[in-house]
């Protein structure tokens, strides 16, 4: 194994401005800035909003720019390792705090990343989803995969507010993220399919010959039941209870590659996973609790945001009863077959 290779410096001047000039490079000297010894370097840095400050600086957004004037009226978490202003909050994790007043409606558009909404607040919203009309409370999980129309609204008399996920990032590193824009849709005069064909999991729609299932046939996932399931396996199961966001009709992660994964703590569980080489967001939909990363302590409330870098060593405790909806990358780095966990 290599241990010193040569630098910049060790090449003569008139080398150095040949190469320049031929828009060529050296890989030695640069070798360990994109291959690392035995793990990554990752420039994301764990980050932590409150929502006690995130909430009135939305509210203001709210007076100061009307919806028309916004497209999406939101406030992006920046990675505090890219500084404020950078459009992502790890690696491949865009989050954004969205605000939505009594009546407005956000134009219907589609785009190449994927988003997933986390209802943060508020009740009588909506988000139409070709031509899907899918409620929005509390700790519900909303899908808008790749390509597909949608638009927001609100019927209600309060703000509304949610968490918005997207892999945007991984689309403007592939040089691939891009808005069509077009007029508010059409809705279908029916429940969403998580009140009527998915009402239970395990209950499908009958398969006919020749037909195949939405490649999205569920878009949303409502809080009432995920937390009503992590009770059953809390009583049931050993150590934290986490279940995981899935297609039923494949078995496999809601998007191409976002994952999502919601959690319970007990009061006074602490809970330290393996080291994992994808990226994390934690949204806590309610409880108070503590949780470390990399060494940095991060005191949680109810509606908080925290994160953390690839391989971070991260560790729980749970002050009251808490539930967390984990998203990452994993689903991605499945499909590019590196995902990797290690112990601590
Ligand atoms: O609601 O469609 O936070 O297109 C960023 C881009 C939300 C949305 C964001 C978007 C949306």
Request: aromatic fraction near 8%; include cysteine.
């Amino acid at each position: 194994m290599s241990e010193e290779l040569g630098t910049l410096e060790d090449l003569p001047q008139d080398y150095r401005d040949e190469m320049d000039r031929a828009g060529v490079a050296p890989l030695w000297p640069m070798m360990r800035n994109v291959l690392p010894h035995g793990a990554p370097q990752p420039v994301t840095r764990p980050g932590h909003w409150t929502y006690g400050a995130l909430r009135p600086l939305l509210l203001r957004a709210g007076e100061l720019t009307p919806v028309e004037k916004a497209e999406r009226r939101v406030l992006v978490l920046s990675d505090p390792g890219r500084g404020v202003g950078a459009m992502q909050t790890t690696s491949t994790i865009y989050l954004g705090i969205q605000l939505l007043l009594p009546g407005e409606s956000a134009p219907a558009h589609r785009h190449t990343p994927s988003a997933v909404r986390i209802v943060v607040e508020g009740t009588g919203g909506y988000t139409v989803v070709d031509g899907e009309r899918l409620p929005m409370e509390e700790g519900d999980l909303v899908l808008t995969p790749c390509g597909e129309w949608h638009d927001h609204g609100h019927d209600g008399d309060e703000p509304v507010i949610w968490l918005d996920a997207l892999d945007l990032p991984l689309f403007v590193y592939l040089e691939g993220s891009y808005a069509i824009e077009g007029e508010l849709q059409a809705q279908r005069n029916r429940p969403d399919a998580s009140q009527v064909e998915y009402r239970a999991a395990g209950l499908a729609p009958t398969r006919r010959p020749g037909q195949r299932p939405r490649r999205y046939p569920m878009l949303r996932y409502p809080w009432t039941r995920t937390e009503a399931a992590l009770r059953q396996v809390t009583i049931y199961g050993e150590g934290v209870a986490e279940l995981d966001y899935i297609n039923p009709e494949t078995g496999e992660d809601v998007l191409p590659a976002l994952g999502f994964t919601a959690m319970m703590l007990q009061a006074g569980q602490t809970h330290a996973p393996p080291l994992r080489s994808s990226s994390f967001a934690f949204h806590v939909v309610r409880g108070e609790g503590e949780t470390v990363v990399n060494g940095k302590v991060i005191q949680w409330g109810p509606k908080d945001t925290f994160t953390a870098p690839v391989f971070a060593d991260i560790s729980h405790s749970a002050g009251t009863e808490a539930f967390l909806i984990r998203i990452h990358d994993r689903p991605l780095q499945d499909k590019l077959g590196y995902y990797e966990e290690r112990p601590r």
